[in-house]
């Protein structure tokens, strides 16, 4: 019995000539990063980074989403929380710059901010992976929120105690202010996976 060499791998020939791609790729970077000088004039710039962020986050959610789908839904998490930032950032930035206003706190601004630190950081927790499985993801959960709640403890006896007893706010202002530092204290652990 012979055994036959297997067929040679064929490669689907270069689209397009490879210098025109190249020149509208430059051409196209050029346009973003003139755009992105612009918006930033604008202090837009935060919104666009934001924004271009979570669609490379959804690109890269949409390529995995048949062969790794446990990746894809955690890029798609991450996706959402950066698309949660932009539209919040957006509405900031408009505020200010266009009606020449600070927005009030809290305002609808805080109902896209606050979930969208959650959403990182849900995303983060849902990238580790271990041959532990869904234990390794609890673990990283519960030291996220030991790490959140040391610095909390740290932060209310040094700056935020004083502050909340001296404020005049509504509860629910001070629950919103209280919210972020709080969120970031979360956001602190998952990046150091």
Same mark, same amino acid.
Do not use: K, Y
């Given at each position: 019995m012979s055994t036959q060499p297997?067929?040679?791998?064929?490669?689907?020939?270069?689209? !397009?000539?490879? #210098? &025109?791609?190249?020149?509208?790729?430059? $051409? /196209?970077?050029?346009?973003?990063?003139?755009?992105?000088?612009?918006?930033?004039?604008?202090?837009a710039g935060e919104t666009l980074a934001a924004l271009c962020a979570s669609i490379a986050?959804?690109?890269?959610?949409?390529?995995?989403?048949?062969?790794h789908l446990r990746s894809a839904a955690a890029? !798609?998490?991450? #996706? &959402?929380?950066?698309?949660?930032?932009? $539209? /919040?950032?957006?509405?900031?930035t408009f505020e200010q710059t266009g009606l020449g206003r600070t927005p009030p706190s809290p305002s609808w601004l805080d109902v896209p901010f606050l979930p969208s630190s959650g959403a990182l950081v849900g995303g983060?927790?849902?990238?580790?992976?271990?041959?532990?499985?869904?234990?390794?993801?609890?673990? &990283?959960?519960?030291?996220?929120?030991?790490?959140a709640t040391g610095l909390l403890l740290c932060g209310w006896l040094a700056v935020i105690g004083p502050v909340t007893a001296s404020s005049s706010s509504s509860t629910l202002a001070q629950t919103v202010a209280l919210a972020y530092p709080v969120l970031d204290a979360a956001s602190a652990r998952p990046s150091s996976w």
């Open positions: 297997a067929p040679p791998v064929r490669h689907p020939p270069p689209r !397009g000539d490879p #210098a &025109a791609r190249a020149h509208a790729l430059r $051409i /196209a970077c050029a346009v973003l990063i003139a755009g992105f000088a612009a918006l930033t004039a604008l202090h986050l959804g690109v890269r959610a949409r390529r995995d989403r048949r062969s890029w !798609g998490v991450l #996706a &959402a929380g950066g698309g949660l930032w932009a $539209i /919040a950032q957006g509405g900031w983060l927790a849902m990238m580790v992976q271990t041959p532990a499985g869904r234990l390794s993801q609890l673990r &990283a959960a519960l030291e996220a929120l030991f790490m």
